[in-house]
């Protein structure tokens, strides 16, 4: 069964390779959806996959790659989509 998540992640994860990671990681995991910088600061990850594909890339996100400093990550579920099909970084 299909689950979707709109992860905010705070810290210091803008300008530190963090979308690149995210989106690297979520190919791994077969996932679908976007990651981009929001304007405040936050990387906003929208991911569609398996309740466990969604677990992987959430520690992912709560560590970062090495030069980011990640202070939360607050998730809120999603409606599935079913017209989301490949994950993208959107810029």
């Given at each position: 069964?299909?689950k979707?998540?709109?992860?905010?992640?705070?810290?210091?994860?803008?300008?530190?390779?963090?979308?690149?990671?995210?989106?690297?990681?979520?190919?791994?995991?077969?996932?679908?959806?976007?990651?981009?910088?929001?304007?405040?600061?936050?990387?906003?990850?929208?991911?569609?996959?398996?309740e466990?594909?969604?677990?992987?890339?959430?520690?992912?996100?709560?560590?970062?790659p090495?030069?980011?400093?990640?202070?939360?990550?607050?998730?809120?579920?999603?409606?599935?989509?079913?017209?989301?099909?490949?994950?993208?970084?959107?810029?």
């Amino acid at each position: 069964m299909e689950k979707r998540i709109l992860a905010e992640v705070r810290g210091h994860v803008q300008g530190v390779g963090f979308r690149m990671f995210i989106y690297r990681t979520a190919l791994k995991l077969g996932l679908s959806g976007t990651v981009r910088n929001a304007d405040n600061g936050e990387v906003e990850i929208d991911a569609q996959g398996t309740e466990g594909m969604i677990a992987e890339l959430l520690k992912a996100a709560r560590t970062g790659p090495p030069s980011a400093e990640v202070s939360s990550v607050a998730v809120s579920e999603l409606a599935p989509d079913p017209e989301l099909q490949q994950f993208k970084v959107i810029a």
